[in-house]
């Protein structure tokens, strides 16, 4: 399968500080990727759509100011989590779209980052 | 109702016995169809997706999909106690994966 890398794995900051994640896919270009959300025992919750080149694409109730998200390159996305609370304490996960023969694409995901608020 | 929808479990399978993880879906224009497994504290990873309806194998893995039933299958067979994960459920809709809750699937030796 394809490698999509995700940086830092665990981080843990002080409230009112801003973190930064990395999502790159290593040995394929993404021109699409996408940032999840997962408390304990849920399920993935889509934040956003990242498409190179233009403005990430957010979904209802998730805060764009909050999460920046920015998809400079076709292999690095990012995800700004600005002005933490221990509220947005979770794991957050990307994943990038490969396309692959035939009919679709195949989404692959990085290894996720534990986001720890104090 | 929800847009993918599981069996929370968690489910419970002897070591060699048949694992059957299902999986309904609302949208029927859906067309593309997959199966993670997450182990707790990793991301998921792609176990297998399916395009058409029917079967599609993949060693001990079988995908089932019936579109006019909006429903999705996964088998597992000869069930190992490495395969006690939860298992997630996802469907394409316009470019965006949306997944169901997950099935925790716990197999015991």
């Known amino acids: 399968g394809a490698v999509v890398s995700q940086h830092p794995s665990r981080v843990i900051c002080k409230s009112g500080t801003s973190v930064k994640i990395e999502c790159r896919s290593l040995d394929f270009q993404a021109t699409t990727m996408f940032w999840y959300r997962q408390f304990p025992k849920k399920s993935l919750m889509l934040m956003a759509t990242s498409n190179e080149g233009s403005k990430a694409t957010y979904e209802q109730g998730v805060e764009k100011d909050k999460f920046l998200i920015n998809h400079a390159s076709l292999t690095l996305s990012t995800l700004t989590v600005t002005s933490a609370h221990p509220e947005d304490s979770s794991f957050y996960i990307c994943?990038?779209?490969?396309?692959?023969?035939?009919?679709?694409?195949?989404?692959?995901f990085g290894q996720g980052t534990r986001l720890t608020v104090v | 109702q929800k847009e993918v929808e599981q069996n929370s479990g968690p489910l419970s399978v002897p070591e060699g016995a048949i694992a059957s993880l299902n999986c309904t879906y609302s949208?029927?224009?859906?067309?593309?169809f997959f199966w993670y497994r997450q182990y707790s504290g990793k991301s998921p990873e792609l176990i297998m997706f399916?395009?058409?309806?029917g079967d599609k194998e993949d060693g001990r893995f079988t995908a089932q999909l019936n579109k006019a039933s909006q429903y999705v299958s996964l088998l597992i067979r000869d069930s190992q106690p490495s395969d006690s994960a939860t298992y997630l459920c996802a469907v394409r809709r316009g470019g965006k994966l949306i997944f169901g809750q997950g099935t925790e699937l716990s197999v015991k030796p």
């Open positions: 399916i395009y058409s309806n």
């Open positions: 994943s990038a779209l490969r396309a692959s023969g035939g009919a679709g694409t195949e989404a692959f």
């Open positions: 949208d029927r224009g859906s067309q593309s």
